[in-house]
């Protein structure tokens, strides 16, 4: 009598990318998507900021954006900044570049002196919403509401700002009118993070402030070098700024510009340097990865000024350079250090993807706004862009029933 044998499905090959962007010299340290244009924009290593057509997989224009010393550490784009885009490197300067027909701007309209030398990556300011409008650095963000545009006059000459020559540390107008151009950073003190208006170049304020960081009691003192940052304007902030922050020690704290001497909270769910943190659209949750081997995913308690856990993943390989969720909440990936991208059903937490194509580290990780393309960028130099579970118009799509990938 013959045996029968019961044939289990088999798990499908995780996919390839759509394309590879090749073209930087250098390891590639973030990228993000124009929120209404077809240009993808990376920056390297050496200095080099590029702009890619998305639709031609071609290198759209060029410029040597920072000194090859420093190189581009972050780059940013946001419908508040219009047809701008901002970039940040080691050297102590944030640099915003027009977009022109002919590609980017050859010189900088407005350079930023920031004296601040790090490895946490600036943030733009996020804003709650049903709608898809809005990016920042390696996360996306939204907004339902008509987002204040830059005004600042476009010429060709450079504009340098230094931090002496601003008023600082004051609270006025940190608000949703404003928060379209406002920037989150580490700052010029190590265990500080600074919010800075960059239509006028002014740092506005310093979580947290000054004359409390002096004293060796504060608890931000204790924690090392500020390594992520997040700002955000959930709708429970009466349209204040509020900026999730993490630090070499691993924990997290919450801020909130309305109470500059103390953190709202605080947590604890690395053991070792927390890296990247992310929120999701809604500015209820996010993703946070780290020096460990674990990716984790929480709310924010809006009413109790409080984090709570809800899912803890396991990694069995440690470091997680960047984290990011797609505008429809849907997604969340994270770029680690074992030259892998994991994908990940936001809302249950579960796997979907682990993506091997990259040879070397994995910086960062970023979603288009309209949620049809991801793209994860390299220590090999290269850009690699991805279609996932793409929305459909008509239909929707289920990614909670969806195979895992194998890895």
């Known amino acids: 009598m013959a045996s029968s044998i019961i044939e289990r499905p088999r798990r499908r090959p995780p996919p390839d990318p759509v394309a590879v962007l090749r073209g930087h010299r250098a390891a590639v340290n973030d990228a993000c998507f124009h929120p209404s244009l077809p240009l993808l924009f990376s920056g390297a290593a050496d200095g080099e900021l590029r702009a890619w057509d998305t639709a031609s997989h071609r290198t759209a224009s060029s410029v040597w954006a920072h000194a090859g010393t420093a190189g581009v550490y972050s780059v940013a784009a946001s419908d508040g900044l219009g047809n701008k885009i901002i970039s940040q490197g080691r050297d102590g300067t944030c640099k915003c570049w027009v977009i022109e027909e002919a590609g980017l701007s050859r010189r900088p309209i407005l350079t930023v002196k920031t004296s601040t030398y790090h490895f946490c990556k600036m943030s733009l300011v996020k804003s709650p919403t049903s709608t898809h409008s809005t990016i920042s650095g390696s996360n996306c963000l939204t907004s339902d509401v008509e987002p204040q545009r830059i005004t600042i006059e476009e010429n060709t000459e450079s504009h340098v700002v230094n931090p002496s020559e601003a008023p600082q540390e004051h609270g006025e107008g940190i608000t949703s009118s404003s928060g379209h151009n406002m920037m989150a950073i580490a700052g010029q003190e190590s265990s500080q993070v600074e919010l800075w208006d960059i239509t006028s170049a002014r740092k506005i304020i310093s979580l947290p402030q000054s004359s409390n960081a002096k004293t060796k009691d504060h608890p931000t003192k204790q924690k090392g070098l500020c390594m992520a940052v997040q700002a955000f ?37 690395h053991s070792e340097s927390a890296l990247s943190i992310a929120i999701d659209g809604s500015c209820n949750g996010g993703i946070s990865g780290g020096a460990d081997d674990k990716v984790v995913l929480f709310t924010l308690d809006h009413l109790k000024g409080a984090f709570a856990l809800r899912k803890e993943i396991e ?44 040879s070397d580290s994995c910086n960062a990780v970023t979603f288009s706004s309209d949620c049809k393309l991801m793209a994860s960028c390299s220590t090999d130099t290269t850009v690699a862009l ?22």
Request: charged share 25%; net charge positive; proline share 8%.
């Open 233 to 269: 304007i959930p709708y429970e902030s009466a349209g204040y700024v509020n900026i999730l922050s993490s630090y070499e020690d691993g924990s997290t704290l919450w801020w909130d510009v309305r109470k500059p001497g103390l953190p709202l909270s605080s947590v604890k769910y």
């Open 315 to 358: 990694l069995g390989r440690p470091g997680i350079a960047g984290t990011a969720i797609r505008p429809d909440n849907k997604i969340a990936a994270t770029a680690g250090w074992d030259h892998r991208i994991r994908v990940y059903n936001y809302n249950k937490g579960n796997a979907l993807a682990v993506l091997k194509y990259h």
């Open 386 to 407: 991805w279609e996932l579970y793409p929305p459909k118009p008509e239909s929707k799509v289920d990614i909670t029933k969806t195979d895992e990938v194998s890895c």
